[in-house]
């Protein structure tokens, strides 16, 4: 019955940070922005599952790339990070919404006025005022004119550009004519 006693000590330790569950994130991207983000998840030697937090404030809405950074925890304060791209590229050009009609004009007519109409369009990032798009400028040039004078056609392309430089066109035709007798400076002579 004769015994003696020694005392070990054990101590646990978690020196191990989470490991990321894929190598490599997949790039997520947008035209306009990226609103949410599927958080990815680590495998944790002590605790299992993590789920990554990350800093960057949603939406983002900035064109070009932006990198994300995750961050897996564990509870003893062990931590790992992995990276991931979010490429926001706006590539579609503005949509007329309102496009003048072809019209035919008497010879005097002011073919600068809006009488001839006007154009007005969309972006699919937003119309003006947008933060994420910012601005559709339309605008108007003659670039052809056929003939002369008082029978003339004049080919108006109207341009919607959004604030990226996607463009869209409308054409507009002018046609200028003179279907007014003269009239003679006194009733009778």
Request: aromatic fraction near 4%.
């Amino acid at each position: 019955g004769n015994a003696s006693t020694y005392t070990q000590t054990i101590t646990v330790v978690d020196t191990t940070a989470p490991v990321a569950d894929v190598a490599t994130l997949a790039d997520v991207t947008a035209e306009c922005s990226v609103e949410t983000l599927t958080a990815p998840t680590a495998t944790d030697n002590c605790a299992g599952s993590i789920t990554g937090t990350t800093t960057t404030a949603l939406p983002i809405t900035a064109q070009g790339t932006t990198v994300v950074t995750w961050t897996f925890e564990d509870a003893n304060g062990n931590i790992s990070t992995q990276t991931q791209n979010v490429i926001v590229t706006d590539t579609t050009a503005p949509t007329f919404t309102t496009s003048p009609a072809n019209v035919t004009v008497e010879c005097d007519a002011d073919t600068t006025t809006s009488a001839l109409g006007t154009a007005a369009a969309t972006d699919n990032c937003g119309a003006v005022p947008n933060p994420i798009d910012p601005f559709v400028s339309v605008t108007h040039a003659d670039t052809t004119v056929d003939g002369v004078g008082n029978n003339s056609v004049i080919t108006r392309v109207w341009t919607a550009t959004d604030g990226y430089g996607n463009a869209s066109t409308y054409t507009q035709t002018i046609t200028v004519v003179d279907t007014t007798a003269p009239v003679a400076d006194v009733a009778t002579l």
